[in-house]
């Protein structure tokens, strides 16, 4: 069995070793080719220093890049009694090149190692939902031009209330999009600084070149105080977290729309019929479990801050173990999210629009607000007509014009889909993610 990397003389007791290990294992897979990656910095970084031969560094690397290789084809492995992910990578080095596997720990914790893993990781994540939410917003903008004359009712308190259109209902949650992509941004250049060699919160006595190690792997800059470093374990999660959670929020309301407006008793759109599912007793259901799902999905994803605030809440400064049980809800999150995503942007791209639905009679009081602008532009008081156009609904005597002439910046009329897409591209543009690539590859000499 092999030793843990901080056991000496005393073997911990089983059931204590189950427990605090927990679901460490399985969670430190998703970690696996970050922790390669950022050990390939490290001992980069260690042979500049003079703490590694350059024949030792060379050999080194050829092993961890074979590890990376095995960690990105899903073949690697935490065998049973290694701890985590930094065990089993410094065991198969040890098992490979001897005493040499044995240097790559120096002038670093565990501690700093996971913070630097969990930043790869998640900026890489980060990138995948980027990338997702792009595609959605691509296609919100398509549909919301393509429909952008076909009208449909404006709700508020489930109310009818004024002329909407589809042109307006998909670009809306585009721009929401927009918004939602600017607080991931955030996240993101928070996430995208380097722990590295802060180690267990206080630094190393081996003169560490934090400046490389942190150009190695294509940070924007560093975690400087090395005390922060070791506060930001949580935090980091949190904010990311938060950012997700703003993303689930926008696609749990679509999906809320969508599975209303896909009822009977809208009829507004269609769901394609392989994105539905039936009732095994009623023959004419089709269920839009997707969206429900979704919704779902979407719902527990923005629970996500309140689980990590609450695990890492009040704890003071230095590492605790308290944090590592925020591997288990945070690390499976983007997954989830990303599948949400793609689900909906599909549907998206598939669904239906009803274009004849203002010709129900039903809807004819929505019109009523472009009479009261018509008389105010011919010169009665906003009162009076507000008045006489009650009165006459009321009476029954309200024939609406159905035509809407709306021109104002957002509005059904000049919807500036364009002016959207442009911010998009903006904040996409800011998040370099060419930079990183560019650094990783160098790294791994590919």
């Known amino acids: 069995m092999a030793q843990k990397l901080w056991e000496k003389s005393v073997e911990v007791n089983k059931e204590i070793e189950r427990f605090t290990i927990g ?19 490290h001992i980069t970084m260690l042979e500049h220093i003079g703490l590694l031969k350059a024949d030792e560094l060379a050999i080194l690397l050829q092993e961890m890049k074979q590890i990376y290789q095995m960690a990105e084809q899903g073949t690697f492995v935490i065998e ?19 005493d040499v596997g044995k240097k790559i720990h120096s002038g670093r914790s565990r501690n700093d190692q996971v913070l630097l893993d969990l930043k790869l990781f998640t900026r890489a994540q980060i990138q995948e939902i980027a990338e997702a939410v792009e595609d959605l917003f691509h296609e919100l ?88 470093a070791q506060m930001g374990r949580g935090k980091m999660e949190r904010n990311v977290a938060f950012a997700l959670a703003t993303i689930a929020g ?57 689980q990590i ?49 203002l010709e129900d009679e039903r809807y004819a009081p929505i019109f009523s607000v472009e009479e009261v602008n018509r008389l105010a532009r011919e010169g009665m008081p906003f009162r009076d007509a507000y008045k ?26 000049n919807l500036c889909n364009e002016s959207i897409a442009s911010l998009m591209q903006q904040v996409m543009h800011e998040f370099h993610f060419e930079r990183i690539q560019e650094a990783e590859h160098t790294l791994l000499g590919r």
């Open 388 to 413: 006489k156009v009650g009165l006459d609904i009321e009476a029954g005597r309200f024939v609406p014009c159905k035509e809407v002439h709306h021109t104002h910046e957002g509005s059904i009329g």
């Open 23 to 41: 679901r460490d294992r399985e969670m430190d897979l998703y970690l696996a080719k970050h922790d390669v990656l950022g050990s390939m910095a």
């Open 141 to 228: 903008i398509h549909q919301s031009e393509h429909f952008k004359d076909v009208l449909m009712p404006g709700y508020t308190h489930l109310q009818i209330a004024m002329p909407s259109s589809f042109g307006l209902w998909f670009g809306a949650y585009a721009e929401s999009l927009v918004d939602d992509m600017q607080f991931l941004l955030a996240a993101f250049r928070m996430c995208n600084r380097n722990p590295l060699g802060s180690a267990a919160g206080y630094g190393s006595s081996f003169p560490l070149d934090r400046a490389m190690t942190t150009r190695l792997l294509g940070f924007d800059s560093m975690n400087y105080n090395v005390v922060y």
């Open 250 to 306: 926008t696609i749990a309301k679509l999906a809320f729309d969508a599975c209303l407006f896909n009822s009977q008793n809208f009829g507004f759109v269609k769901l394609p019929d392989e994105c539905t599912t039936g009732s095994s007793i009623m023959p004419h259901k089709k269920n839009p479990d997707v969206f429900e799902l979704t919704r779902a999905k979407c719902n527990k994803l923005q629970s996500l801050p309140q």
């Open 309 to 357: 605030m609450m695990i890492a809440n009040n704890l003071p400064s230095g590492y605790f173990r308290d944090l590592q049980i925020i591997k288990e809800v945070f690390l499976p999150a983007f997954e989830e999210l990303k599948d949400c995503l793609r689900m909906t942007t599909y549907i998206i791209n598939k669904i239906k629009v009803n274009e004849h639905i």
């Open 80 to 98: 049973e009694g290694v701890e985590d992910v930094h065990s089993q990578v410094e065991l198969m080095l040890t098992r490979r090149l001897g």
